[in-house]
C-alpha cells in the first residue's frame, strides 16, 4: 500500500508561483509513476505532470509547458510541482496519485492522495 499526502496549496494572485509537494510512504516507489493530476469545479479530472521514478523520465501536459516543472527528491520520497506564472484558469484541486504503468489515465492510477486546493486570482 502506498500513502500520499499533498501540501502546498493556497491562494495567489495570476502571476505568483506555488510548489506543491507529494510525500510518499508505506512502499517503495521504484516501480512505479507518480502522477500530478487537477480537478476544477465542475469539470474532468486532468492530467498535469508525471514522473518515472525508476529511470528519472518526465512528462508534461503540452499546454503547461515553460510554466510547471515536476522534480523529485529521492532521499525525501518526494515528488515536486512547481507553478510559476500562474494563470485563473489554473484554479484547481490538485492531486498525487500513483501508477503500475506510465500513463496520463487517471482510471489507471491505484492510490491517491486527499488533494490540496489552488486557487489563483486576477
Known amino acids: 500500500q502506498v500513502q500520499l499526502v499533498e501540501s502546498g496549496g493556497g491562494l495567489v494572485q495570476a502571476g505568483g508561483s506555488l510548489r506543491l509537494s507529494c510525500a510518499a510512504s508505506?512502499?517503495?516507489?521504484?516501480?512505479?509513476?507518480i502522477g500530478w493530476f487537477r480537478q476544477a469545479p465542475g469539470m474532468e479530472r486532468e492530467f498535469v505532470a508525471g514522473?518515472?521514478?525508476?529511470?528519472?523520465?518526465?512528462y508534461l501536459a503540452d499546454s503547461l509547458k515553460g510554466r510547471f516543472t515536476i522534480s523529485r527528491d529521492n532521499a525525501k520520497n518526494t515528488v515536486y510541482l512547481q507553478m510559476n506564472s500562474l494563470k485563473a484558469e489554473d484554479s484547481a484541486v490538485y492531486y498525487c496519485?500513483?501508477?503500475?504503468?506510465?500513463?496520463?489515465?487517471?482510471?489507471?492510477?491505484?492510490?491517491w492522495g486527499q488533494g490540496t486546493q489552488v486557487t489563483v486570482s486576477s
Open positions: 496519485a500513483a501508477s503500475k504503468h506510465t500513463t496520463s489515465d487517471s482510471n489507471e492510477f491505484d492510490y
Open positions: 508505506g512502499r517503495t516507489l521504484s516501480s512505479l509513476f
Open positions: 514522473f518515472v521514478w525508476n529511470g528519472g523520465i518526465k
